[in-house]
């Protein structure tokens, strides 16, 4: 079994509406996505998926969170910009290109939430887009 992991960073400021603390305040992070795969058997080429792939598809889901004021945005508009609903953020709109497994956000280097469906998907390099 082979397991992929692409990461990046986002700067984004969020406020948790509700929330009983100092986080209820505007504040900043700079948040750390992991975006991972895993699969049986490798393309022909030797790999997986190509990491420039996942690096590009990353990139395009979390330009729209950079420098940004997450609360203002509008899948933010109805629930909290936790680390919790980014991370199920990212992991469906990655999931409608490529087959990943999970995704993990950190706001901090010590503070991680991380989101995946009951059934991981394993790539299948025979089938279209690599999903089973």
């Not at 986080?23 to 795969?37: A, I």
């Not at 022909?44 to 950079?66: A, C, P, S, Y």
């Not at 995946?116 to 279209?128: D, F, L, M, R, V």
Request: proline share 4%.
């Amino acid at each position: 079994m082979y397991e992929l992991m692409v990461e990046d960073t986002f700067a984004a400021a969020h406020q948790l509406v509700g929330y009983q603390g100092p986080c209820e305040n505007l504040h900043g992070h700079t948040f750390r996505v992991q975006v991972f795969l895993i699969g049986e058997e490798l393309k022909k080429e030797g790999f997986l998926v190509d990491f420039k792939q996942i690096k590009t598809e990353l990139r395009e889901i979390i330009k729209e969170f950079d420098h940004h004021n997450l609360n203002e945005l509008e899948v933010f508009k109805k629930q909290n910009p936790t680390s919790e609903n980014i991370a199920r953020t990212v992991y469906e709109r990655m999931k409608k290109k490529l087959p990943v497994s999970k995704v993990t956000i950190w706001e901090s280097p010590t503070s991680a939430a991380t989101y995946y469906e009951g059934k991981s998907e394993i790539i299948n390099p025979k089938s279209e887009q690599g999903m089973v």
